[in-house]
């Protein structure tokens, strides 16, 4: 039997973790949000100054950040909100929804974009040549409108659902999911994994591809032809890129594989308040873990992400720079001063 608002507790604000836990809570995540915003940022402000990396894989990745930085603006906040806070904003069938819609709009979003990475990556492999007229500037804006179009679509189903109680009390062990919640989290816990599959079967035919024209490459580099030391070089280049992709997916894949766990649990199985409790954060935590390691993997394969880190590092942490530049500096003096020691004393001996 459903509640309605007449079963709305007295005590309609409080916090559902004591001080100590709560302030572990917020630190972890805190630090989260703040990996995540500044590390996409980096990426963003990196691909839209240099025009020569706004390559269509790099604009994919691009996109990707800007939905990572989203997430780690809007989706983390509102939830962490939800899950802490018990209130009448937040424990309403009506309103709670919301709370987590961010969270599955840019879930939506990344899981298009890693659809399109791959779809990318297996053009440029198998061919190279058409490339540049497949994939151009602005057919990556249609699609990437179209990601962004659909994700907000299905990222929405479980706010805009219909629920026969909207007032019903639905903090604790409470069941309360509409069918279009349920629908929406079965189909979200159903297309990780198999999307995931997909696009790693995806990739293993893209190195398969890629394994081939290396072979054709070593044959022909035989003959001494200077183009094909281009071609070989602009293979690799698109070889690194398809790697960047695969462990883009990787990641993706192990932190959102436990949240839809969670998501078909709590459609068949209502387990105890304490133990949902901890078992939604971790997953979540898992799952918004993925916004703040991308960018780290985007600087650990490529340079010129690494520069622009190193750039707001020094913004960030100015005093800690200076003192390794002194000690560098200190070292560097007491090199010269030795080399300058054994000269002198050489031209003594002389």
């Not at 507790?9 to 990996?35: C, K, M, N, Q």
């Not at 839209?48 to 706004?54: E, F, N, W, Y």
Request: proline share 5%; hydrophobic share 45%; with cysteine.
């Amino acid at each position: 039997m459903a509640m309605n608002s007449s079963n709305i507790p007295e005590e309609t604000f409080s916090l559902r973790l004591d001080i100590f836990p709560l302030s572990l809570y917020l630190l972890v995540h805190g630090a989260v949000i703040f990996l995540t915003l500044v590390g996409n940022y980096v990426v963003v402000t990196t691909v839209v100054k240099d025009r020569l990396t706004q390559t269509p894989n790099n604009i994919f990745l691009c996109s990707l950040a800007v939905t990572d930085f989203l997430t780690g603006l809007t989706a983390v906040p509102a939830a962490m909100f939800a899950r802490i806070v018990i209130s009448r904003v937040t424990c309403l069938a009506g309103v709670r929804p919301f709370f987590f819609a961010p969270a599955f709009i840019f879930c939506a979003i990344s899981m298009g974009h890693l659809i399109v990475l791959t779809v990318d990556r297996l053009i440029a492999v198998s061919s190279p040549l058409k490339y540049p007229l497949i994939m151009t500037k602005s057919k990556c804006k249609i699609i990437l409108a179209s990601i962004w179009i659909l994700g907000f679509g299905f990222g929405t189903m479980p706010a805009i659902g219909g629920l026969k109680y909207p007032n019903q009390w639905v903090c604790g062990n409470v069941p309360y999911k509409s069918g279009t919640v349920a629908l929406h989290s079965l189909l979200a816990a159903g297309f990780t994994p198999t999307i995931s599959a997909i696009l790693l079967c995806g990739y293993a035919r893209i190195f398969m591809i890629a394994q081939r024209h290396l072979k054709e490459v070593s044959k022909r580099r035989r003959t001494g032809m200077d183009e094909e030391k281009v071609r070989n070089l602009e293979s690799k280049s698109r070889m690194k890129a398809t790697v960047t992709a695969v462990l883009v997916v990787l990641i993706f894949s192990i932190c959102w594989l436990p949240m839809s766990i969670k998501l078909v649990i709590d459609v068949l199985y209502d387990p105890p308040e304490d133990v949902q409790f901890i078992y939604q954060t971790v997953v979540e935590f898992m799952a918004y873990c993925n916004s703040a390691i991308n960018p780290i993997l985007y600087a650990l394969r490529n340079k010129k992400y690494r520069d622009s880190f190193k750039v707001a590092l020094c913004i960030c942490c100015p005093f800690v720079l200076k003192s390794e530049k002194k000690e560098k500096g200190g070292t560097s003096q007491v090199v010269s001063s030795k080399t300058t020691s054994i000269s002198n004393t050489s031209s003594i001996r002389g």
